[in-house]
């Protein structure tokens, strides 16, 4: 969901050269750093808002058909977040911009129209006007929309009311990730990183300001038409400002290219004395826009691919029980922490795993990943086997009050434990196709791979949903999800970093006969009332996991605990 940001998939770029000096004007280290530490905060705020969102969600609502309902019609921000604010037109935009901003600096100062603003007029009314007209199309089409979502929904006009509430999302959301993208641009990330708080402030207040005794859950549905307004108006003033301000200078020249991304032109070289001054370079054509969609095109496909997931859940749970797309949700929004804290250790090593390739450097590019994909998977696996130890505390500890009550609880902890099968797979497919995506150039296979992992779970989740409901869609997901990480794995062999595929799926199959037999330790220990029970659940996965890794001899975990015995940091700190 359009919770909170995703590590985003992106095209690496060539590094610069060692000896390359950054553009003047350039941010310094102190100021990159705080600008770091601020998004990361508000990245933090945003995901503690989306939880607390979901526990209103549930204690408010319940798990039921009314909620169900809403998921169906929240199906479409999280498209729309997928191709307007995190990929596509993030993808698409910002390497747009970056080129404006070259030519701008490239130009001098009385070389006709800014390139920036140029593209601005070129862009933003067109982009404006056609989601409009999607929005306008889709509340228009909803009712016919909602059955091709969700077949068999029981209460399918409630459905129908929050999608044209939400189909505003699609205007919303491409001017919130039009700023974005253009403030990224400019060197601009605390406003693009305080869209999620704001988006989910929205959801929060409606719920609370109006009545939903009367109004039910298309409150929420409010909620997140507001929430899409709001991230727009966090961001257009402060990119309104940057616009208005007048370009500086021309750059003087470096001795050597400023690092630009792939798709920008490089600076102009300054004139030599007495020669007559260059004029600015022509906007790209839609012929030179053609190769950058091209090369972005594998990059978008798989992760509207991958977000499709949500969907065939969805679809294939609309005629079970009431409920079941409700228990589905919040079982995974739990179950996928574990993951979403591993791959943000691949987040951070993407860069050095690019600039490692692009340097020419296989082998620190192989060994970095190798390491980081089972460091991830190590992370994933105990959280993964806290999940199943103790599913129903956690759910019970989260979500279990008001109207979503112990049945709600029970079901939505069996639905998690099954998803929790699938969550190492989800682990390394998000960090394998940053192996893939490293490169200049992305390829197909992830998006083939993953339209593969696509087709099983459907065919699967056909096949379970009769006999064993949520649960068996919950499988099936798991099933597809690990065929794509294998695929993934596999092909990486032939790829720009070739991993030892037998010797990473040996180790990953030592670390999770440990996770294993730490799961059947968390199950014993988790016994009282959740707040003490969810703790020694994780105390006892996380003894028994790194007892048993290291006595199978995987792979990190020894180093681990060596570098954390207290003696050796001592010793390491005295030396």
Known sequence: ????????????????PVADRP?????????????????????????????????????????????DAFLVAWTVPEFAATLLIE?????????????????????PPAAGPDPVHALVRATLPKAALGTAAAAGLLVLAAPLVVPLLAPGLPDRQLAVDCTRLTATCLFSFALAGYCSAALRAHGRYLAPAAIYVAYNTGIITAVVVLDPADQGVRAAAAGVAAGGALMVLVQAPVLWRQLRTPPGPPASPAPSAPRTPPVAPAAAPAAPPGAP????????????????LAALAPVIVFAVSRQSQVLVERFLAAPLPAGAISHLNYAQKV????????????????PVVARALAAGDTGTARRRAERDLLLAGVIVLVGAATVVAAAPQIVGLLFQRGAFDGADTAAT??????????????????????????????????????????????????????????????????????LTAALL?????????????????????RLTAAAAVATAAGRWSAA?????????AFAAVTTVFTATACALRAPVVPSLVRSAHPFRRLAKARS
């Open 335 to 350: 179950a996928q922490l574990p993951m979403v804290l591993s791959l943000m250790l691949c987040t951070v090593s993407f």
């Open 87 to 107: 990929d596509g037109m993030a993808l698409v935009l910002v390497p747009a911009f970056a080129a404006a901003l070259a030519r701008r600096g490239a130009a």
């Open 277 to 292: 001054a260059p004029s600015a370079p022509p906007a790209p054509t839609s012929a030179g826009v053609r190769p950058v």
């Open 489 to 509: 794995l596999i092909g990486l062999r032939h790829q720009s970093v070739p991993l030892d595929a037998r010797r990473l799926a040996g180790g990953l199959a």
């Open 413 to 482: 902890a069996g639905v998690m434990r099954v998803y929790a099968l699938g969550l190492l797979g989800q682990t390394l497919v998000g960090a394998l196709v940053r192996c893939y995506f490293s490169t200049s150039r992305p390829l197909w296979y992830p998006a083939a791979a993953m339209l593969g992992g696509i087709a099983l779970t459907a065919a699967a989740g056909s096949a379970f949903a009769g006999p064993w409901g949520a649960r068996g869609i919950a499988a099936a997901n798991a099933l597809g999800i690990t």
């Open 528 to 536: 009282g009332p959740p707040p003490l029970a969810v703790p020694l």
């Open 1 to 16: 969901m359009a919770d909170a940001p995703r590590p985003p998939v992106a095209v690496a770029a060539r590094p610069a």
């Open 23 to 67: 553009s003047p004007g350039a941010p310094s280290g102190r100021l990159l750093a705080r600008a770091a530490a601020l998004t990361a905060a508000l990245t933090a705020l945003g995901a503690l808002l989306g939880l607390f969102r979901d526990q209103l969600l549930a204690r408010t609502f319940g798990a039921g058909t009314g909620t």
